[in-house]
T-cell receptor, first 116, second 107 residues
Framework: NAGVMQNPRHLVRRRGQEARLRCSPMKGHSHVYWYRQLPEEGLKFMVY????????ESGMPKERFSAEFPKEGPSILRIQQVVRGDSAAYFC??????????????FGPGTRLTVL | KNEVEQSPQNLTAQEGEFITINCSYS?????LHWLQQHPGGGIVSLFM???GKKKHGRLIATINIQEKHSSLHITASHPRDSAVYIC?????????FGTGTRLQVFP
């Protein structure tokens, strides 16, 4: 059973370009979470999705950022018109049921985004 | 003040020492997680607790819900335990993370 997969592992973009980060959850998991880790800072929640639905996007910046988790295929975190401050490690996690008290989240290896 | 506080921020130890990392939180939670982030950046979930105590190999995690406090213990520490240990709490949906404890174990 493969773990959570993220690609690309490293992504370099110039200011103003778009970045697309992909996350394939573990088999049987329908809940996906995106987190961001800025350089020398802790992890911060961005968005929680279940298949075809955004459950909680309270951690997403208001502009340029969007996320989706379609019925088929991976979850996508999309950053439009990237700026240097978007440089960070973006982690995806998945879980089976989403039940807060019993459901373990499994993390992917992360995508390291560098904006030049 | 952060909702999740960890101490110490940095910790060095000699191989074989007993290690304790502490986590205090100020919000209501449904579960508390301990995570390990390797030097390469990957994150591994070590424990999820909602009460009591859990043990896995040389790692022990405890939680006191009334005091809003959890501890992670490492017995007989080894250089391969060197990593950042992160405490995270979950209310309803999202995890709220502490800033992590950087542990270095020297041979």
């Amino acid at each position: 059973n493969a773990g959570v997969m993220q690609n690309p592992r490293h992504l370099v973009r110039r200011r103003g370009q778009e970045a697309r980060l992909r996350c394939s959850p573990m088999k049987g998991h329908s809940h996906v979470y995106w987190y961001r880790q800025l350089p020398e800072e802790g992890l911060k929640f961005m968005v929680y999705l279940q298949k075809e639905n955004i459950i909680d996007e309270s951690g997403m910046p208001k502009e340029r950022f969007s996320a989706e988790f379609p019925k088929e295929g991976p979850s996508i975190l999309r950053i439009q018109q990237v700026v240097r401050g978007d440089s960070a490690a973006y982690f995806c996690a998945s879980s089976r049921t989403g039940t807060p008290s019993t459901d373990t989240q499994y993390f992917g290896p992360g995508t390291r985004l560098t904006v030049l | 003040k952060n909702e999740v506080e960890q101490s110490p921020q940095n910790l060095t130890a000699q191989e074989g020492e007993f290690i304790t990392i502490n986590c205090s939180y100020s919000v209501g939670i449904s579960a508390l997680h301990w995570l390990q982030q390797h030097p390469g950046g990957g994150i591994v979930s070590l424990f999820m607790l909602s009460s009591g105590k859990k043990k896995h190999g040389r790692l022990i995690a405890t939680i006191n819900i009334q005091e809003k406090h959890s501890s992670l213990h490492i017995t007989a520490s080894h250089p391969r335990d060197s990593a950042v240990y992160i405490c995270a709490v979950r209310g309803t949906d999202k995890l709220i993370f502490g800033t992590g404890t950087r542990l270095q174990v020297f041979p």
